[in-house]
C-alpha cells in the first residue's frame, strides 16, 4: 500500500513537471508550487472524503484549472494564489511536517483546528510572514511552541489551545504587537507567563487556563488596556492578585480561580466596572472582602469559595443588583450578613456553607424569584423561618442545616414545587413536619434531622414518589410508622432512629426494594414481630433495628439478603436461631447483646442445638410447669411488662433530653453498641490502663493496643493523643467525623465497633487484624515468600474495592488522604482491609475541598504539594504506589522518579517485581502484569489522567480480559505505560 502511495505521488509530481513547462505554461508557477505543496501533504495524511476534491485535471483540460484554488477548504486571490487554507473538523490524522509553509507566501488565514494531527509544529510556520489567523486549536499537537512563531508580525489571532504543548511561553510572542487573540489554554506549557506580554496593546483575549504554569502574574498585565477576557485558572501560579490588574477598564471576565494566589483581593478591581464574571475562588487568599467590590454593578457571577477569607460580607454587595451567582463558602467568614443582600433579587445561586456568618434568616434574606439553589449551612443563623421562601419558586435546593434555626418549618415551603435537596437538619426546629410537604414531588432528598420535631410522621410523605433519602433522626416523633411509607419506592436511604416511634414496623416497608444504603429505625420505641416482607430488601446494606422493644424471632427468610453487611439486632426481647447464613453467622455478637434468647453459631451466643433430655423427665418436668411455674410466672411477666414498660419509656425520654442537651459529659464513654461504662471497664482492664506491654502499633495519631475482652472477643484500641485542653470544638469534630465513619460497612475496610471521646481517653476501638500491616508482612523473607502472587493480586483487589466503596458508593464519597502499605491490614486467612481514618475526609458535592497536607510521604499526591485541594485521585494515587510496592516487595520511590522525565529510563517487569518469590506461573503472571498496568495508570503526575477507583476495581475483577502483550520475560514498564486497553 505504501509502494502505491509513493508511486502515486511521484505520478502526480512527474505530471505538474509535465504540465508546468509543456502546454499549460500560463498558470503562474507559485500556484502550481502551492498545488503541489497540498498534495504532497495529502499523500502524507488520512483525510476521509474531505479532501476528495484535491486531485489533478485531466491531461487535455485548460491551462485555467490547473489550480487548487476550487478545492475544497482553499480560497485565493485575484492572482490565484491561496490565501487561506480552512479545513476545521475535517478528520484529518497526521502531521504538519509534510506541509511546505514556505510554499505559502500569500497565505493569511489557516484553520486546521478539531482534527486529529499529532507531532510537532514546524519551525518553518514562521516563513508565513502575511499571516493573519492561526487556528490549529483541538489536535493533538505535541513539543514546544516554535521561537520562529515570533516572525508572524501580521498575526491577529493566535489560536492554539486544547493541545498537549509543552515548555515555556516564549517570550518573544511579545513583539506580535497585532494580536487580538492569544489562546494556549488547555495544553502543558509550564514556566511562568512572561511579562512581554505587556507590550501586546491590542490584545483583546488572554487565555492560558488549565497549563502548568508557575510564578507570579506579571503586574504588566495592567497594561493590556483593551482586554476584555483574562483567563489564567487551572495553573500553579503563585503570589499576589496584582492591583495593575485594575487598570483593565474593558476587562468583561476575569478567572484566576484554582491556582496558589495568596494575599488579599486588591480594592483595585473594584475599578472594573465593566466586569461580568469574577472567579477568585480555590486559592489561598486572604483578609477580607473589599468594600469595593460593591462598585461591580455589572457583576453576574462572583466565586471567591475554598479561600481564607476572613471578616464579614460588606454592605456594599447589596449595589450588586444583576449578581446571580454568589459564591463564597469554606472561607472563614464571620459577622453579619447584611440586610442589604436582600437587594440581590437577580440571584438564581447562592452558597455560603461552611463560615460562621450570623444572621436573622428572617432578615438577610428576602424574595430571590429566580433563585434555584441556596446553601448557607453550617454558620450561625438564628431566628424563625419565613414563609416568604414559598415565594422562591424556582428554589431546587434549599440548605440551612448546622445552623441555629428555632421555630416551625413554614407549611408554605410545601409550594416549593420544583425543590429536590431540603435540608434543615441540625437545627432547634420544633413543632410538627407539614402535611403540605405532599405537594414536594420532585424531592429527592429531605434531611430534618437532629431537630425537636413532634408529632407522627406525616402519612402525607408517601405521596413523594421520588424520594431517595429521608433522615427524620433524633427528633422528637412518635406515634406510629405511617404505612405510606412504602409508597417511596425509590428511597435508598431511610433513617428514623432516636425518636419515640412506637407500633410494628409495617409491612410495607419491605416494598421499598431500591432501599440500598441504610435502614434506620433503632432507639425507638418499636413492638411486635419483624415482618418477613423486609426479606424483599435485597440490595440492603446495613439493617439497624437495636435498641427497641421487637419480640419474636429473627425471620428465617432473612438468610437471602445476601447484600447486607452491616447488621444490628442488639437490645430488644429478639429470641431463637439466627437466619442461616454467612451476613449473619459473621456478624460479631455485639449486634446480638441483649435480648431474650437469640441462638445460633456467633461467638457469644448459645448453640441452638442444646442436649435433648429423656422422654420421661420432660413430661414430669411439663407438669411442674404447667401447674405450679407457669402460673407464677404469667403473673410475674405481667408485673414486670407494667413496671419494665413504664421503665424504658422514662428512661429514652430522659435519654432524648440528653441529646437534645448534647448529653451529660458526667459520662465520658459514649461507644455503639457497647454498654458504656461496662464496655469501657473491660478495655481499661484488657490492657491494664492502657499499659505498653498491650501495643501493638505506634502513629502520628496515637497509640494502638491489642486488647482481649471477657467475652474472648479481641479487639484493636487505637488510643490519640489528647485532645488540646479539651477543646468543645474538637471534640464536635471527632464525633462527626466518627458519625460519619461508623456509617461504613465493607468486607475489605476495617470495622469499627465504637468510640469513647472525652479529653482525657479518646479511643477507638476496631477489629482486631491478626496479620497485621502489609508493610509489616513485606519487610520480612518469611512474611513476604507466604505472601505469595496469588495472595498479593487478591490484597490489591481487596484494597481498590475498598476506595472504589468509599469514592462512589457512600453517601457523600470519602476521600482516606492516607493510603500507605502501613494502613492495609490483613486478617488470619490474608484478607486485605483499609484501616485508619484519622485523616479521612468527607468531600462536599460542587465544592473545591481545600485542605491542609496530610498523609505518609512517599505515597501522596504531587499536586496536594502545591494546591492543597483533596479530589478522589489523592488516593488513586497512593493506590497505585500501594499496588507496585506489593508487587516489588519494597517501596517504589526510585523506580517512579526513573519512570519520570527527564530520566525516562525503562526497565523490564519481571526485574521489577519481588525477587524473593519465583517466578509467577503463566495464568498468574497474566494478572500480575495487569495490576502492575493499573498501578502505572494511578501514578500519572496529571491527577485527570488516573482513572477512578471504580474503574479500578472493576477491571481488576474481571482481569484485565481482553489484555494481551508479549512474553513476560520480555515486558518492559514503558510497553506497559504506553498500552492503551
Known amino acids: 500500500m505504501a509502494i502505491q502511495k509513493s508511486l502515486s505521488l511521484a505520478f502526480l509530481l512527474l505530471l505538474l513537471e509535465f504540465l508546468s513547462s509543456n502546454a499549460f505554461t500560463t498558470a503562474p508557477a507559485s500556484t502550481l508550487r502551492e498545488a503541489e505543496a497540498l498534495l504532497e501533504w ?82 518553518d510556520i514562521g516563513t508565513l510572514s502575511r499571516l493573519v489567523s492561526l487556528n490549529i486549536s483541538m489536535n493533538n499537537l505535541s513539543g514546544v511552541l516554535p521561537l520562529s512563531m515570533a516572525n508572524l508580525s501580521h498575526l491577529s489571532e493566535l489560536d492554539i489551545w486544547s493541545n498537549e504543548i509543552t515548555g515555556p511561553i516564549p517570550p518573544s510572542l511579545g513583539n506580535l504587537t497585532r494580536l487580538t487573540v492569544l489562546y494556549l489554554s488547555n495544553n502543558q506549557i509550564s514556566g511562568s507567563i512572561p511579562a512581554q506580554l505587556g507590550n501586546l496593546k491590542n490584545l483583546v483575549e488572554l487565555s492560558l487556563q488549565n497549563n502548568s504554569l508557575t510564578g507570579p502574574i506579571p503586574p504588566a498585565l495592567g497594561n493590556l488596556r483593551n482586554l476584555t477576557l483574562l483567563y489564567l485558572y487551572g495553573n500553579q501560579i503563585y503570589g499576589s492578585i496584582p492591583a495593575q490588574l485594575g487598570n483593565l477598564k474593558n476587562l468583561v471576565k476575569l478567572s484566576l480561580h484554582n491556582n496558589n494566589l495568596t494575599g488579599p483581593i486588591p480594592p483595585a478591581l473594584g475599578n472594573l466596572r465593566n466586569l461580568t464574571l469574577l472567579y477568585l475562588y480555590s486559592n489561598q487568599i486572604s483578609g477580607s472582602i473589599p468594600l469595593e467590590i460593591g462598585n461591580l454593578v455589572n457583576l453576574n457571577k462572583l466565586e471567591l469559595e475554598s479561600n481564607l477569607l476572613t471578616g464579614s460580607i460588606p454592605s456594599t454587595l447589596g449595589n450588586l443588583t444583576k449578581l446571580k451567582l454568589f459564591n463564597a463558602f469554606d472561607n472563614h467568614l464571620t459577622g453579619e450578613i447584611p440586610k442589604s443582600f436582600r437587594n440581590c433579587t437577580s440571584l438564581t445561586r447562592v452558597r455560603l456553607e461552611g463560615n460562621q456568618l450570623v444572621a436573622n434568616v428572617s432578615e438577610a434574606f428576602g424574595v430571590y424569584p429566580h433563585l434555584y439553589f441556596m446553601d448557607v449551612s453550617n ?46 437538619s441540625s437545627n432547634h426546629l420544633e413543632g410538627e413536619i407539614p402535611k403540605e410537604f405532599e405537594r414536594l414531588t420532585s424531592l429527592f432528598n429531605l434531611s430534618l434531622n437532629d431537630n425537636q420535631l413532634s408529632g407522627q410522621v406525616p402519612k402525607e410523605i408517601g405521596k413523594l414518589s421520588n424520594l431517595e433519602v429521608l433522615d427524620l433522626s433524633m427528633n422528637r416523633l412518635s406515634g406510629p410508622i405511617p404505612p405510606q411509607l412504602g409508597d417511596c419506592s425509590k428511597l435508598r436511604y431511610l433513617k428514623l432512629s432516636e425518636n419515640d416511634l412506637n407500633g410494628s414496623i409495617p409491612f410495607q416497608i419491605g416494598n421499598l426494594v431500591y432501599l440500598q444504603d441504610l435502614l434506620d429505625l433503632s432507639h425507638n420505641l418499636l413492638n411486635g414481630e419483624i415482618s418477613p416482607q423486609l426479606v424483599k ?33 442488639s437490645y430488644n426481647a429478639l429470641e431463637g436461631p439466627l437466619p442461616n447464613s454467612k451476613n449473619f453467622q459473621k456478624a460479631p455478637a455485639i449486634a446480638f447483646i441483649k435480648n431474650k434468647g437469640l441462638c445460633g453459631e456467633v461467638q457469644g451466643l448459645r448453640p441452638c442445638n442444646a442436649p435433648s433430655i429423656r422422654h420421661g423427665d420432660a413430661r414430669k418436668g411439663r407438669q411442674v410447669v ?104 474538637d471534640q464536635r469534630s471527632f464525633r462527626n467525623e466518627i458519625r460519619a465513619l461508623i456509617e461504613i460497612r465493607h468486607r475489605n475496610i476495617v470495622k469499627l465497633y465504637g468510640f469513647c471521646s472525652h479529653a482525657q481517653f479518646s479511643f477507638l476501638v476496631y477489629e482486631y487484624m491478626e496479620r497485621g500491616s502489609l508493610a509489616s508482612i513485606l519487610s520480612n523473607d518469611r512474611g513476604a515468600a507466604e505472601l505469595d502472587w496469588t495472595l498479593r493480586v487478591k490484597v490489591i483487589k481487596g484494597v481498590a474495592h475498598a476506595l472504589s466503596y468509599m469514592h462512589h458508593d457512600c453517601t457523600q464519597p470519602i476521600v482516606h488522604r492516607d493510603i ?78 526513573s519512570l519520570t522525565p527527564p530520566s525516562r529510563q525503562d526497565t523490564l517487569l519481571k526485574d521489577m517485581l519481588d525477587q524473593r518469590l519465583p517466578d509467577p506461573t503463566a495464568v498468574v503472571a497474566h494478572e500480575v502484569i495487569f495490576v502492575v498496568y493499573m498501578a502505572l495508570s494511578c501514578i500519572q503526575p496529571d491527577p485527570n489522567s488516573r482513572p477512578t477507583m471504580h474503574h479500578v476495581a472493576q477491571e481488576l475483577s474481571i482481569g484485565g480480559s481482553s489484555f494481551s502483550l508479549g512474553p513476560f520475560h520480555a515486558l518492559t514498564l514503558h510497553q506497559l505505560m504506553d498500552l492503551k486497553v
Open 820 to 897: 500507605s502499605s502501613n494502613n492495609v491490614l490483613l486478617n488470619s486467612e490474608l484478607e486485605a482491609c483499609v484501616s485508619d481514618f484519622g485523616t479521612a475526609r468527607l468531600l462536599i458535592p460542587d465544592s473545591s475541598n481545600w485542605t491542609t497536607l496530610a498523609g505518609t510521604y512517599g505515597y501522596i499526591a504531587p499536586e496536594l504539594a502545591y494546591t492543597m485541594r483533596v479530589t478522589e485521585k489523592c488516593d488513586v494515587y497512593s493506590f497505585g504506589v500501594v499496588a507496585l510496592e506489593a508487587m516489588m516487595g519494597r517501596h517504589p520511590g526510585e523506580l517512579i522518579s
Open 626 to 729: 404447667i401447674f405450679i411455674v407457669l402460673p407464677l410466672l404469667a403473673a410475674l411477666f405481667l408485673l414486670f411488662i407494667v413496671v419494665g414498660v413504664s421503665s424504658i419509656y422514662s428512661q429514652r425520654r430522659r435519654n432524648k433530653e440528653k441529646v437534645v442537651l448534647e448529653r451529660s459529659s458526667r459520662n465520658p464513654f459514649s461507644i455503639w453498641n457497647y454498654d458504656g461504662i461496662d464496655a469501657f471497664e473491660q478495655i481499661m482492664e484488657a490492657t491494664e490502663g492502657f499499659d505498653d506491654k498491650y501495643i501493638i502499633g505506634i502513629g502520628g495519631y496515637g497509640k494502638v493496643y491489642k486488647a482481649n475482652l471477657p467475652s474472648g472477643q479481641v479487639v484493636a484500641v487505637k488510643k490519640l493523643h489528647p485532645l488540646e485542653g479539651g477543646d468543645q470544638s
Open 379 to 424: 454558620n450561625m443563623l438564628f431566628g424563625e423561618l419565613s414563609p416568604n421562601w414559598g415565594e422562591c419558586k424556582n428554589l431546587t435546593r434549599l440548605q440551612l442545616s448546622g445552623n441555629m434555626i428555632t421555630g416551625r418549618i413554614p407549611r408554605e415551603i410545601g409550594q416549593l414545587k420544583q425543590l429536590r435537596v431540603l435540608g434543615l
Open 537 to 569: 430488601l435485597h440490595v440492603l446494606e446495613k439493617l439497624n433495628l437495636s435498641h427497641n422493644m421487637l419480640s419474636g424471632s429473627i425471620p428465617p427468610s432473612f438468610e437471602a439478603m445476601f447484600s447486607l453487611q452491616s447488621i444490628d439486632f
Open 42 to 123: 495529502k499523500a502524507s495524511i488520512f483525510s476521509p472524503q474531505a479532501l476528495h476534491s484535491w486531485s489533478l485535471p485531466s491531461a487535455n483540460a485548460s491551462a485555467n484549472t490547473i489550480s487548487p484554488c476550487k478545492w475544497y477548504g482553499i480560497s485565493c486571490n485575484g492572482l490565484g494564489s491561496v490565501i487561506e487554507i480552512s479545513l476545521p473538523s475535517a478528520g484529518l490524522q497526521g502531521k504538519l511536517h509534510n506541509l511546505s509553509f514556505s510554499s505559502f507566501p500569500n497565505l493569511l488565514r489557516l484553520n486546521l483546528s478539531d482534527n486529529t494531527l499529532t507531532g510537532t509544529i514546524p519551525a
